[in-house]
């Protein structure tokens, strides 16, 4: 698939791009080199390759899960207009 220079500047006129002749030319090349690319990729034979999940092949490092602060609700719900069970209580916004 190759672009024409025509419908590069519909898709520029589309996305509200101003470009010139010349730029109109790079970025036609350029896009059309980025599709070859892409057609090249997709003929390649990935039928026995197993999907990887991470291309680093090592394990995340957990941390053990600890509470490292002290629970401070009680002060930030001290300014609150209103509160409820541990919870701000706001006005009705839909009924």
């Known amino acids: 698939m190759s672009l024409s220079e025509e419908q590069v500047g519909q898709i520029a006129y589309l996305a509200r791009l101003s470009l010139s002749k010349k730029e109109l030319e790079s970025n036609t090349k350029d896009l059309n080199n980025i599709l070859n690319l892409a057609e090249q990729l997709a003929q390649v034979d990935t039928h026995d390759v197993e999907p990887m999940a991470h291309p680093l092949h090592m394990s995340q ?31 009705t916004v839909i009924e």
């Open 61 to 91: 490092r957990l941390r053990t899960d600890e509470v490292t602060e002290k629970d401070q609700s009680t002060l930030f719900q001290s300014i609150a207009p209103k509160t409820g069970k541990d919870h701000y209580l706001v006005p």
